[in-house]
């Protein structure tokens, strides 16, 4: 139990430094840019990805057994779906984390109980900064105070709500699609599209 809530606790520390403001303008715009955005980096980063969920899965072999539902959002960005995985990640049976980017780890190969560890990871930490976005502009919070945003207590739903990079690449390679229904074989698939202001959900096995 000490071991876990120190665990916490240096998780916690790590993601105040990079969520902080200077953190983010040196990764994305500063000196840091270049090495972060580089192949060479996203390679490494995608290997320690690779071993860290390997390790959770094994870990942890039933945490996803109950699991029954992939959530993914398709279509324009800036255009509400943070603010409804945020909304959905509070339920107990939910949990829905934002830049994840799910579709390049099905590209990579990575099996689906490592995406959804990726998932399950993105929204803890997602909650764990308050469930801040539009940070470039006015930042705003998402936080649903004490409810369920980065824990489940049974664990049915499991997705994603960043749009833009997932709607590039299924518009690039429409095969990409039929992998992650692959991935998901066996479980309900409901993808979430935005356009012109109207939401629609379409679920598929």
Known sequence: MARHRTAGSVEKLWVSVID??????FAKRGPGARLFQGKAFRRLDQAWRFTLTRWADRRRPDLLRDVRKLLMFIGQTKSGGTMIGSMLDAHPNAVVADEVDATRFVEAGFSRSQIFHLMLKGARREAMNGRVTARRLDPYSFSVREQWQGRFANLV???????????RRLASDPGLLGRVSQKSRGMS????????????????R
């Open 20 to 25: 902080s403001t200077r953190w983010r303008r």
């Open 157 to 167: 739903v499991v997705g994603e709500s960043e749009a833009g990079p997932s709607t």
């Open 189 to 204: 698939i409901s993808n979430s599209s935005r356009s012109s202001g109207t939401l629609s959900n379409r679920s598929a």
